[in-house]
């Protein structure tokens, strides 16, 4: 039961609102997921049900100095991270390339390109030349929503930030994307809003 | 001009068939070019060509121990490596995801199943049941001669190892596969095959 002022308007405190913001997580199941967690969870479940193959790929690693212990498995002394060259996640549903980043934000209007490298762009830009399926995960972290974007978006806003914005507003996500539910299983069903992107 | 025995055998010597290897391989540029540089720089091309976008996975490693100094990039100090669970590369091709192995053996007669691990099987059967084009890019170093395998030869095979053999025969390779002929660009043309197996 909701509890009003005697004016009419609705009591809330910071305290309610952060219960109503626990009981929301809830059904989220694990709090402090990353988005990653999440988003490979989703691709374990999918991959066991038999509905897609998507994987996570590998960090790319610069090998230094590897030493190899007598009896057993080699160890790497020395490397270096290096800046991954496509997308995190590629796999195949259905028949379809499916290729995507999964982002979070801390912003709460809109989403900053800077998550982006030129040569991402430009992987997902060759990924749709040829009949790719190229998107975006976002999430926002502050409000818990998750986003499909449709590459498209990414594009235009990419090619225009030299002289305009340097970010994607979160009305224009909300607008050409796919607010993504969250569910028991899998945690993220965005293949459900792929099906979407086919179906257009 | 070929040279024949007083009994109308051909004359063959170790040293005139070494010469015709050398003389077959000067056309393939790079002497001593691995089967994986190979594919690499045939997927730069395709990729370059606006003609495929085909990738190799970063080998995948456990990170135990990262070093963090001022103001340069992390050095990661400890890792090992560990079993990949799909193949080495993937991606798309006018449509379609590709997924594939390149595997070179030194074995004259017969290409052995050790070259695979269970779960890089299971995942191009995964792949296959999404409508996925899987396959083995398989090299036969002391003839230099490359084939494309297509994985249900390869599934064929492994299913039976329990109680068949534990290798496949290079003549049903020759038979049910497709012999890429070595080009300019790409090195190895291995879409032209591709296209066929399409055409099925």
Not at 32 to 61: C, F, Q, R
Not at 132 to 150: A, E, H, N, R, S
């Amino acid at each position: 039961m909701a509890i009003h002022y005697p004016n009419g308007g609705l009591f809330t405190t910071k305290n309610s609102a952060s219960k109503k913001s626990r009981a929301n997580n809830t059904i989220y199941g694990k709090r402090g997921m990353s988005l990653e967690d999440e988003i490979n969870e989703s691709n374990k479940y999918y991959l066991s049900a038999g509905i897609a193959v998507i994987h996570k790929k590998p960090t790319p690693i610069q090998i230094v100095d590897v030493y190899y212990p007598k009896r057993s498995a080699a160890v790497i002394k020395k490397a270096y991270f290096k800046q991954a060259s496509t997308t995190d996640y590629n796999g195949v549903y259905r028949g379809h390339y499916l290729d995507f980043e999964a982002k979070e934000t801390k912003n709460k209007t809109s989403f900053p390109l800077s998550n982006f490298h030129a040569h991402q762009i430009k992987h997902m830009k060759a990924c749709q030349d040829q009949a790719g399926i190229c998107f975006t995960i976002v999430k926002f972290v502050t409000t818990d929503q998750v986003f499909l974007m449709p590459a498209n978006i990414l594009f235009d806003y990419w090619d225009a930030q030299a002289t305009g914005r340097k970010s994607i507003p979160k009305a224009v996500i909300e607008r050409d994307g796919f607010e993504i539910d969250y569910a028991l299983r899998p945690r993220i069903p965005y293949l459900n809003y792929v099906d979407l992107l086919l179906e257009k």
